[in-house]
T-cell receptor, first 113, second 113 residues
Framework: DAGITQSPRHKVTETGTPVTLRCHQT?????MYWYRQDPGHGLRLIHY???????DKGEVSDGYSVSRSKTEDFLLTLESATSSQTSVYFC????????????FGPGTRLTVT | AQSVTQPDIHITVSEGASLELRCNYS??????LFWYVQSPGQGLQLLLK??????LVQGIKGFEAEFKRSQSSFNLRKPSVHWSDAAEYFC???????????FGKGTTLSVSS
């Protein structure tokens, strides 16, 4: 299994509070991604990174920001959590950009009350 | 725009029976295709991938998939299903210029004894 960890694995927070999710990899892969998974929607890309300090938006980026100060860490921040952001969040990594296979972390289940 | 359709939301198969999960994609050029499996509470695991060449690809856990350009399909098959195969299965597509994969909404497989 690819060395990807996510923390926390579960979190319950209140509407309006900031939340940061962490993805840590030990594979030294250049590309990292944040997805959210919701019933009936599959996985949707939030943000991705193509190198340290290099990030870009995905399909559902509103309300989210990311940062990557080291190759191994990719942070996802919800500036002011809303109930619509209740979801399971997955981090993925890839050695190459484009269509190449991605390897996924175990996920973080976030509930916003 | 690229898209992936998994027509079956839920399938139930008897243990030992054969399995076919359907995936249709929409993309103008040759796609890069993937199947992932997600067990309950887990991240996604890559089962197999198709980039080019032989249209029948073998994956892990006894799965295979066949790329049919004329039908824009990439169906996943297994000759004999085991109870441990019960999970959610995702088809995904990428392209050379893309930054991430586009996922279908998934098919949940139940295995009956």
């Amino acid at each position: 299994d690819a060395g990807i960890t996510q923390s926390p694995r579960h979190k319950v927070t209140e509407t309006g509070t900031p939340v940061t999710l962490r993805c840590h990899q030990t594979e030294n892969h250049r590309y990292m991604y944040w997805y959210r998974q919701d019933p009936g929607h599959g996985l949707r890309l939030i943000h991705y990174s193509y190198g340290v300090k290099d990030t870009d938006k995905g399909e559902v980026s509103d309300g989210y920001s990311v940062s990557r100060s080291k190759t191994e860490d990719f942070l996802l921040t919800l500036e002011s959590a809303t109930s619509s952001q209740t979801s399971v969040y997955f981090c993925a990594i890839s050695e190459k950009s484009g269509p190449y296979e991605q390897y996924f972390g175990p996920g973080t289940r976030l509930t916003v009350t | 725009a690229q898209s992936v359709t998994q027509p079956d939301i839920h399938i139930t198969v008897s243990e030992g029976a054969s399995l076919e999960l359907r995936c249709n994609y929409s993309y103008g050029a040759t796609p890069y295709l993937f199947w992932y499996v997600q067990s309950p509470g887990q991240g996604l695991q890559l089962l197999l991938k198709y980039f080019s060449g032989d249209t029948l690809v073998q994956g892990i856990k006894g799965f295979e998939a066949e790329f049919k350009r004329s039908q824009s399909s990439f169906n996943l098959r297994k000759p004999s299903v085991h109870w441990s195969d019960a999970a959610e299965y995702f088809c995904a597509v990428g392209n050379q210029a893309g930054t991430a994969l586009i996922f279908g909404k998934g098919t949940t497989l139940s295995v009956s004894s």
